[in-house]
């Protein structure tokens, strides 16, 4: 089992960044296929970007490519979504999400056994 929490979310401005960090608990983290979500206001959680376990694979949704990258060190068990040129429709609650038995977890919520408690992001106009 692993336990995971995020930080570094926030209020920025259009345009701006941020790095949000997921840290896990225990000594298995490079076992976990690693995955970010978000859910904003009214809306359903939807996936974000995904990072096999060696860190070598990699997937986003269309509307984050080119601006969000994630990464992880497996030494630090810990894994990253560093978010540039920040829009309003980004505002989320954003989780990390652990996927076990896997070498990518993918964009299906439902394969992921483990979740964060969420971070709020803010985009302001």
């Known amino acids: 089992q692993v336990q995971l929490v995020e930080s570094g979310g926030g209020l920025v401005q259009a345009g701006g960044s941020l790095r949000l960090s997921c840290v896990a608990s225990?000594?298995?983290?490079?076992?976990?296929?690693m995955g970010w979500f978000r859910q904003a206001p009214g809306k359903e959680r939807e996936f974000v970007a995904a990072?096999?376990?060696?860190?070598?694979?990699?997937g986003y949704v269309d509307s984050v490519k080119g601006r969000f990258t994630i990464s992880r060190d497996n030494a630090k068990n810990t894994v990253y979504l560093q978010m540039n040129s920040l829009k309003p429709e980004d505002t989320a609650v954003y989780y990390c999400a652990a996927r076990s038995a896997a070498y990518y977890g993918g964009s299906d919520s439902r394969y992921y056994a483990y979740w964060g408690q969420g971070t709020q992001v803010t985009v302001s106009t």
């Open positions: 225990g000594r298995t983290f490079s076992t976990y296929a």
């Open positions: 990072i096999s376990r060696s860190g070598t694979d990699t």
